[in-house]
């Protein structure tokens, strides 16, 4: 199947500081991506949409400018969570799926966000 | 996309099959059953999905009822690294849409 990087596969930050997860899609264009997120012992809860070239979408309850995405090429995402705290520790996911050709989604191996 | 139900944990000795049921009796006409894998610390796996007919390929096969409000996950022999949580998900066969991920079956195969 397709394959989906997704870097870094861990990071530990500091409060206060802002942290950049990457998301790509390294055999296929992905028009469309999506972020999760997984608390402990939890199932995938989706954070975002992002479309190439657009805006992303987000859930309720996620808050915009807190959780910065941006997917400027048909490869690549960037989650930015800015301004880290402690709760935002989590598995971070992204998942991609191609337009009109496969209809599976791709996903990444997870970031695992520590704050402290 | 239609709910679906599955058993909380489920246990499998290694080379036996392991059946892993679901039920999903709101299902619409144009929806499919797809199923994905998270292993431990890991993104999901997709594994297989099915509209009505039942489906086959390298690593499960799935069983959908006839009446479609139910469908069998079947891992022919199990091993130790299909221990994971398994995702049943209803959908349309569309690109573009996130997937809607329940609690999933927690399945562990066992020496």
């Known amino acids: 199947g397709a394959v989906v990087s997704q870097h870094p596969s861990w990071v530990i930050c500091k409060s206060g500081t802002s942290v950049k997860i990457e998301c790509r899609s390294l055999d296929f264009q992905a028009t469309t991506m999506f972020w999760y997120r997984q608390f402990p012992k939890q199932s995938l809860m989706l954070m975002a949409t992002s479309n190439e070239g657009s805006k992303a979408t987000y859930e309720q309850g996620v808050e915009k400018d807190k959780f910065l995405i941006n997917h400027a090429s048909l490869t690549l995402s960037t989650l930015t969570v800015t301004s880290a705290h402690p709760e935002d520790s989590s598995f971070y996911i992204c998942s991609a799926s191609m337009a009109r050709v496969n209809t599976e989604a791709f996903f990444g191996q997870g970031t695992r966000l520590t704050v402290v | 996309d239609a709910k679906t139900t599955q058993p909380t944990s489920m246990d499998c000795a290694e080379g036996r099959a392991a059946n892993l049921p679901c039920n999903h009796s709101t299902i619409s006409g144009n929806e499919y059953v797809y199923w994905y894998r998270q292993i431990h610390s890991q993104g999901p796996q997709y594994i297989i999905h099915g509209l009505k007919n039942n489906e086959t390929n390298e690593m499960a096969s799935l069983i959908i009822t006839e009446d479609r409000k139910s469908s069998t996950l079947i891992l022919p022999h199990a091993t130790l690294r299909d221990t994971a949580v398994y995702y049943c998900?209803?959908?349309?066969?569309?690109?573009?849409?996130?997937?809607?991920f329940g609690k999933g079956t927690s399945l562990l195969v066992t020496p």
């Open positions: 998900i209803v959908r349309v066969e569309v690109s573009g849409y996130a997937l809607n």
